[in-house]
């Protein structure tokens, strides 16, 4: 994987356990800062398409 610039949303401020994002060639590298050695991959297309659902409020019941 190399060096790969991640990202973590403005809303995370310092926390340590946030999620992080990277694009690596087509892929998309998730991962959780507080445990950085795991990544998930994911296409650009997928990420999107889950992104349009998560604005459109479709996973909002898995954090109450």
């Known amino acids: 994987m190399g060096n ?7 809303y995370s401020g310092d ?6 994002v990277a694009s ?3 892929l998309i590298r998730i991962r ?3 445990d950085p050695t795991v ?4 296409t650009k297309a ?8 998560a604005k459109a409020g479709e996973f909002d019941h898995l954090t109450h």
Do not use: F, H, N, R
């Open 46 to 53: 997928t990420l999107a398409a889950w992104l349009q659902g």
């Open 24 to 26: 690596e060639g087509e």
């Open 4 to 10: 790969l610039d991640w990202q973590k949303s403005s």
């Open 15 to 20: 926390a340590a356990d946030c999620v992080e």
């Open 32 to 34: 959780e800062s507080d």
């Open 39 to 42: 990544t998930i991959a994911t």
